[in-house]
């Protein structure tokens, strides 16, 4: 057997040739991946600043008095003033806050549940028109609501169903249906089969199989798409202020929050009370944070696991 040597000088010409090579391939170095991370991180950051500084200005603005917000509306509070909170709260943002409250811990579940369920079907039985049905779902999120307004108006008033908390709470979940059905079809087609079939050799039944087996396996997803529905509807203002309207003198008022920060805004007519006003955006807002902030690794996986088999 032959060994053959090469000089120092015979490797070293080699290097550049190879380095060339690699060059001409298209290869990216190191200054190219650490001058995109820069971008990103500092892309990020800008976003990061853009979103967290107006959420300060808002809650710093509760705890100031009229005068100091307009004097200089960026400078921090000289004295700590809470008194705006309980005077938003006795304004009515307490009333408010519990109807949309009352309205979520029914219609998100609804809407879980029934997503859930019509996703789970099209993802994991085919039959005849399923595409169909899936694309039926999924075109109802094309469309904006703005466009269905008028129609949902009638259909909702011939129910006898304007400004009832389940008349609004059907509405919620039919509006919030695409998109969950959307998610979780995409979610229930990654989770595997053989723990399906193994299930249907065991003898359970189709409901015994969605409850006790593929439900818990979706976890992740439904804790995700679960968030998004609480945000979405939480945030709701247009379907509330057209279908949660007092119908008559005696009918009461069944305000939506998103509807009360106008209400309380319309109150103050032509007397300025602004920390009121941003005390009860904070009271709105504290809630979706707390919620998003106790959740976010739940999303995040419950997104990276729809997107990887």
């Known amino acids: 057997m032959t060994t053959v040597i090469k000089a ?15 060059a001409k391939e298209g290869g990216k170095g190191p200054s190219d991946g650490m001058v995109l ?8 950051a ?37 008194d705006a909170f309980s005077r938003a709260w006795d304004k009515g943002i307490g009333d408010y806050f519990a109807h949309t409250l009352i309205v979520l811990v029914f219609s998100v579940p609804l809407t879980m549940l029934l997503g859930s369920m019509a996703a789970y079907i099209l993802a994991r039985y085919p039959f005849p028109g399923n595409r169909v049905v899936y694309y039926f779902f999924v075109s109802g999120a094309m469309f904006p609501v703005f466009l269905a307004l008028v129609p949902l108006f ?11 908390y389940q008349g609004l709470i059907l509405v919620y979940v039919a509006y919030s249906m695409p998109f969950t059905v959307f998610f979780m079809h995409s979610f229930f087609r990654t989770l595997p089969s053989a723990v399906h079939e193994a299930a249907v050799i065991d003898g359970a039944s189709d409901t015994r199989i969605f409850f006790q ?41 069944r305000y939506m929050l998103t509807q009360g920060l106008i209400q309380l805004q319309y109150q103050m007519g032509y007397e300025t009370d ?36």
């Open 8 to 22: 120092p000088g015979e490797a070293a010409a080699e290097r550049p040739g190879g380095a060339g090579r690699r």
């Open 37 to 44: 991370n820069v971008f990103s991180h500092g892309f990020l």
């Open 46 to 82: 800008v976003w990061a600043i853009l979103i967290v500084l107006p959420l300060i200005w808002l809650a710093l603005g509760s705890f100031k008095t009229d005068s100091q917000i307009g004097g200089s509306a960026l400078s921090w509070p000289s004295h700590w003033h809470f």
């Open 154 to 164: 009638f259909m909702v008033k011939r129910l006898d169903m304007l400004n009832t």
């Open 213 to 253: 087996v593929m439900l818990p396996m979706a976890k992740p997803g439904l804790i995700s798409v679960g968030i998004f529905n609480v945000l979405g509807q939480w945030n709701q203002y247009i379907l509330p202020s057209v279908l949660m309207q007092p119908q008559s003198g005696s009918d009461p008022e």
């Open 274 to 309: 602004l920390p009121v006003l941003f005390a009860g955006v904070t009271i709105a807002m504290i809630p979706m944070l707390v919620v998003y902030l106790s959740f976010q690794r739940q999303i995040q996986a419950g997104l990276t696991s729809a997107t990887l088999k």
